[in-house]
């Protein structure tokens, strides 16, 4: 009896079965827990390649064959930890969109959005590292495209190129430091999980109709856990399925090849889920004005508590922000497609249309909308 009256089991208690939840909570709201399913996932598989991987430019691309060939059941593990990135990005892009509608970002959990966005940041920064150490064609020629958009900072961009690539080129300094910070963002991620949780639990969970105080609400064990249950089970079906049967669906062939800086991919892309980010890139002319714009189009969201002018938190119940916000979702599928394609003619003025557009919702749009809601509620309410 003393042993469960310890500390940690309170706090499990607290957080993960007594926690009170709001009884109207759909499937949306699972994607949270499925989030750090997929953390702990791709720890665990991150800790076993590790073990077997050797980050040296010489002995990189023959180690993930090697675990691929001869490390029993090594193949699972790293089809399991490869699938496992783009299924991580798939359920946080979910989550976060999911944020958006329901208005999850707004007051008073402004700083639980904060800190889901810094998590998407390093998320981001791991992913980016991650696919560096097959050190394939496109991990050395992304490598190598990527670092080099921190030449076009003014006076110190080329000094921070060298800091990145530990020389003057990437090379194998580059390697050993892209896989050290690789195997140790994920543990900064996990701690900043768990205060992701504790300020949710803070304030306690959005719900579908956006009420803040008086709705009802229950444990979430039994009732919720059930009910992730079948998004856990379902999530792991779908994630299954590219392992065993599209493993490389959502890689690109070209990291099946040793990595050659004197031979250059005809096209250099990133994984799919930095393709909206790198179509903004590339939809400015100009080097310098591409990167502040590719930053900004991450570092706007940190501000989206403040952007929003609303009275009401669910766009459910906004009919102009509801519109806005599909033909958001829309644009961000367009600058992934444009991403993945080719700079040229149509490709080139679609995207600098969608991006545009991106910024144009966050700055103007949104705030607009939510004034002009406003207007009408008031002049409703004194009807």
């Not at 940690?8 to 109207?24: A, E, G």
């Not at 675990?67 to 359920?91: C, K, Q, T």
């Not at 300020?199 to 009420?211: D, T, V």
Request: glycine residues 8%; contains cysteine.
């Amino acid at each position: 009896m003393r042993i469960i009256n310890l500390p940690i089991f309170s706090v499990i208690k607290n957080h993960l079965i007594d926690y009170p939840t709001p009884i109207n909570l759909n499937y949306f709201w699972g994607f949270g827990s499925l989030a750090g399913i997929c953390l702990i996932v791709q720890i665990v598989t991150g800790i076993l390649l590790a073990m077997h991987y050797t980050p040296h430019i010489d002995l990189a691309f023959i180690s993930v064959e090697h675990i691929m060939r001869d490390v029993n059941y090594g193949w699972l593990v790293r089809y399991v930890h490869a699938n496992g990135a783009s299924m991580f990005f798939i359920v946080v892009y979910i989550h976060m969109f999911r944020g958006l509608y329901y208005g999850s970002y707004t007051a008073p959990r402004q700083f639980l959005w904060i800190i889901g966005v810094i998590i998407f940041l390093l998320m981001m920064a791991t992913a980016f590292m991650g696919y560096v150490l097959p050190w394939g064609q496109m991990s050395f020629w992304g490598a190598t495209v990527i670092t080099n958009l921190f030449s076009a900072i003014p006076l110190v961009g080329s000094s921070i190129v060298y800091w990145l690539w530990g020389g003057f080129s990437v090379d194998n300094a580059t390697l050993n430091r892209f896989f050290s910070l690789h195997y140790l963002i994920p543990f900064f991620i996990s701690g900043l999980a768990i205060v992701h949780l504790i300020a949710l639990h803070y304030h306690g969970s959005n719900n579908p109709l956006g009420i803040y105080f008086k709705i009802e609400k229950i444990s979430f064990y039994p009732y919720f856990y059930l009910k992730d249950l079948v998004g856990w089970i379902t999530f792991s079906i779908i994630y299954l399925f590219f392992v065993y049967f599209l493993p490389n669906y959502l890689g690109h062939p070209d990291n099946y090849i040793p990595a050659n800086p004197m031979v250059t991919p005809t096209h250099i892309v990133p994984e799919w889920y930095f393709l909206p980010f790198y179509a903004i890139l590339r939809s400015i002319p100009d080097k310098l004005g591409g990167v502040i714009a590719m930053f900004a189009a991450i570092i706007i969201l940190f501000f989206l508590p403040w952007l929003n002018t609303s009275m009401i938190r669910n766009i459910e119940f906004k009919s102009i922000s509801k519109k806005l916000f599909w033909l958001l979702l829309a644009n961000c599928i367009i600058l992934g497609w444009i991403g993945g394609n080719s700079v040229e003619y149509p490709f080139v003025e679609i995207g600098q249309l969608s991006a545009s557009f991106y910024f144009m919702y966050f700055v103007c749009l949104l705030p607009l909308s939510g004034i002009v809601e406003n207007y009408f509620i008031i002049s409703n309410i004194k009807k």
